[in-house]
C-alpha cells in the first residue's frame, strides 16, 4: 500500500537483499523483501528547505559502504542502511545520479559545478564550474547526465555539447558540439561511450 499510495522515485537492493525506496513525498524506506516488512521510514523533506520541497525530485539511489546516497531537488544525502540517520548533506541544485569511486563521491550540479567529496564525512575537497570553458552565452544551459571512465569525466549538455574533465583534479581537458540537445545521460560499454542525442540519434566514441 506503502508504494501504490505514492509516486515511486527510485529504488535499490542492498548487499543483503533489503530493498531501500524513496518516493514522492520524500519518504526513505527500508523494507524486507521476503515477508515485506518495514525495517524504517525517514522523511528526507524535513531536512530540507521548505520551498524545496514544493517540486520533489530524485536521483537513482545508489548504496555504498552499508549507507545510502542520492541527490533529492537541492540536497545531496549520505544515509545509514542500519537506521535511517544522516550521516551528512550538501547543498546542490541536481538531481544527477552521484558516482562513487574509491573514497570519493563525484556531483555535478544542473549548473555545472563538480564536487569531489569524501565519501565518509562529506567534506568538499575540490569544487570547479566545468561550464565555463564555453563562451558565454552556451553557459546558459543545464548538465544531463555524466559518466566516469579511465579516470575521467564525460559531462553532457542540454544545448549539445560534451566537456571532458579529470577526475582527479577536476580540471576541463577538452570539449566538443555535438550539435543536437542531450537529454539523458552518457553510457559507457566495452570501452566505448554512446549518447543519445535529442533527435534519437546514437553517437558512438572509442
Given at each position: 500500500?506503502?508504494i501504490?499510495?505514492?509516486?515511486l522515485?527510485?529504488?535499490?537492493?542492498?548487499?543483503k537483499?533489503?530493498?531501500?525506496?524513496?518516493?514522492?513525498?520524500?519518504d526513505?524506506?527500508?523494507?524486507?523483501?521476503?515477508?515485506?516488512?518495514?525495517?524504517?521510514?525517514?522523511?528526507?523533506?524535513?531536512?530540507?528547505?521548505?520551498?524545496?520541497?514544493?517540486?520533489?525530485?530524485?536521483?537513482?539511489?545508489?548504496?555504498?559502504?552499508?549507507?545510502?546516497?542520492?541527490?533529492?531537488?537541492?540536497?545531496?544525502?549520505?544515509?545509514?542502511?542500519?537506521?535511517?540517520?544522516i550521516?551528512?548533506?550538501i547543498?546542490?541544485?541536481?538531481?544527477?545520479?552521484?558516482?562513487?569511486?574509491?573514497?570519493?563521491?563525484?556531483?555535478?550540479?544542473?549548473?555545472?559545478?563538480?564536487?569531489?567529496?569524501?565519501?565518509?564525512?562529506?567534506?568538499?575537497?575540490?569544487?570547479?564550474?566545468?561550464?565555463?570553458?564555453?563562451?558565454?552565452?552556451?553557459?546558459?544551459?543545464?548538465?544531463?547526465?555524466?559518466?566516469?571512465?579511465?579516470?575521467?569525466?564525460?559531462?553532457?549538455?542540454?544545448?549539445?555539447?560534451?566537456?571532458?574533465?579529470?577526475?582527479?583534479?577536476?580540471k576541463?581537458?577538452?570539449?566538443?558540439?555535438?550539435?543536437?540537445?542531450?537529454?539523458?545521460?552518457?553510457?559507457?560499454?566495452?570501452?566505448?561511450?554512446?549518447?543519445?542525442?535529442?533527435?534519437?540519434?546514437?553517437?558512438?566514441?572509442?
Open positions: 500500500s506503502f501504490k499510495s505514492q509516486n522515485l527510485s529504488l535499490a537492493i542492498s548487499p537483499g533489503d530493498l531501500v525506496v524513496l518516493n514522492s513525498s520524500g526513505l524506506v527500508k523494507l524486507n523483501t521476503s515477508n515485506g516488512g518495514i525495517y524504517w521510514t525517514k522523511n528526507i523533506m524535513r531536512s530540507m528547505y521548505a520551498h524545496d520541497t514544493d517540486f520533489f525530485q530524485s536521483s537513482d539511489l545508489v548504496i555504498y559502504d552499508n549507507n545510502i546516497m542520492f541527490v533529492a531537488t537541492s540536497t545531496a544525502f549520505s544515509v545509514n542502511l542500519d537506521n535511517a540517520f550521516n551528512w548533506t547543498e546542490i541544485d541536481s538531481t544527477n545520479i552521484p558516482i562513487i569511486d574509491g573514497d570519493n563521491i563525484f556531483l555535478l550540479s544542473n549548473d555545472g559545478y563538480f564536487l569531489n567529496v569524501d565519501k565518509k564525512t562529506g567534506s568538499i575537497t575540490w569544487s570547479t564550474n566545468i561550464l565555463k570553458v564555453l563562451k558565454k552565452r552556451k553557459q546558459q544551459t543545464i548538465i544531463t547526465g555524466y559518466v566516469l571512465g579511465s579516470k575521467k569525466i564525460y559531462a553532457t549538455t542540454l544545448n549539445g555539447y560534451i566537456i571532458i574533465c579529470s577526475a582527479t583534479s577536476g576541463v581537458e577538452s570539449f566538443v558540439k555535438i550539435g543536437s540537445q542531450i537529454t539523458t545521460s552518457p553510457i559507457i560499454s566495452d570501452g566505448s561511450m554512446y549518447i543519445l542525442t535529442n533527435n534519437s540519434r546514437i553517437i558512438g566514441y572509442k
